[in-house]
């Protein structure tokens, strides 16, 4: 019921923007998150916005990434800037509603590499 978008190949210090975009009979969706998992790695938080716009960034994408949403397409964006080999990982969003549903989407890859 969620589908990410626009993973995909970029060079060192380049720029993707993800979307994620959850089906519209979900309804209720508080906060929208992303996660990334690099190989070998455990899942990450990446960033989060809630439904009225407050935004936490994990720190290793602080100062080069931003989070935002279109809530009436129920669509959450993930402007990625100055991206690094170490950024490469598989993305995922999820997305949580006021009834405590949790929806995931089922990740778009992201390599950085030259």
């Known amino acids: 019921q969620l589908q990410a978008f626009g993973g995909g190949l970029v060079q060192p210090g380049g720029s993707l923007r993800l979307s994620c975009v959850a089906s519209?009979?979900?309804?209720?969706?508080?906060?929208m998150t992303w996660y990334r998992q690099a190989p070998g790695k455990q899942r990450e938080l990446v960033a989060l916005?809630?439904?009225?716009?407050?935004?936490n960034y994990g720190d290793s994408v602080k100062g080069r990434s931003a989070i935002s949403r279109d809530n009436a397409k129920n669509t959450v964006y993930l402007q990625m800037n100055s991206l690094k080999p170490e950024d490469t990982a598989v993305y995922y969003c999820r997305m949580d509603t006021w009834r405590g549903n949790t929806y995931w989407g089922q990740g778009t890859k992201v390599t950085v590499s030259s």
């Open positions: 916005i809630t439904r009225g716009g407050d935004t």
């Open positions: 519209q009979t979900i309804i209720g969706i508080n906060t």
